[in-house]
């Protein structure tokens, strides 16, 4: 198995692509501290990793922007398992109301950035010391395509934060590399979750963006989650800094 003997916290784990992730690092052989800021959610990826013979999740719930909580979720995590070997910031959020910095309200633009930014800086910031005391692991940061190019339907909260994310992730490869903790980021393109279904009104809508992908299909959380499962795993020891693109091709489709 790809991660016998690891710990990994993962945020965001109780739908979508973090449970995707948490059931699939567990089956690869990890102990799984999978974190939401809501209970129901938590409460099935914790059934769903349980019910595989040998597999161990700690569930538990917080705020990716608050200090007390994520500092909690390491403590939490190290005194079950005894080290933590992997942290994958995958929590985001999209807000309906995030367009053009022209029509944005302050409040989306701060609360996004929250969220997005600020979650991934307290989760770096508690995690990687017991990383490198655990002697180095791996930091998987979730930023996206739009953090690459440019877009007509601007959402530009959401692709401030995911730049900054690319930013940050680069800073703290360079810093964190000689105590043997990678950090990358992972820039999904449009992946079928229930938040991306919610943003399409229409099938003329879907269709507009799906004739933008050479690969002729939405990507699953699986495509993502088997990207952080190469980065968690021990094949990836000489990658960090990287910006891995796992996106159908849409960000090199000229139109």
Known sequence: MRLEGKTALITGAGSGMGRVASVLFAQ????????DIGRDGLDGTAALVGAGAGRSILALTGDVTN???VESWV?????????????????????????????????????????????VML???HAIPEIARSGGGSVINVASFVALVGCTVPQDAYTASKGAVL????????????????VNAICPGPVLTPLLVDLFPSEEEKDKRLRRIPLG??????????AALYLA??????????????DGGITVNYF
């Open 67 to 69: 200090a007390a909580d």
């Open 233 to 246: 795993s021990d094949e990836s020891s000489w990658t960090t800094g990287t910006e891995f693109v796992v």
């Open 123 to 125: 989760c770096c910031k």
């Open 217 to 226: 299909r939405f990507g699953l959380p699986e495509d993502i989650a088997y």
């Open 28 to 35: 690869e052989g990890a102990r799984v501290v999978a974190t």
């Open 167 to 182: 930013a940050l992730t680069k800073s703290l490869a360079v810093q964190f590399g000689p105590q043997r903790v990678r």
């Open 75 to 119: 403590r939490a995590g190290v005194e079950r398992y005894g080290r933590l070997d992997v942290l994958y910031n995958n929590a985001g959020i999209f807000p309906d109301a995030d367009r053009s910095v022209l029509e944005m309200d302050e409040e989306t633009y701060q609360r996004t950035l929250d969220v997005n930014l600020k979650g």
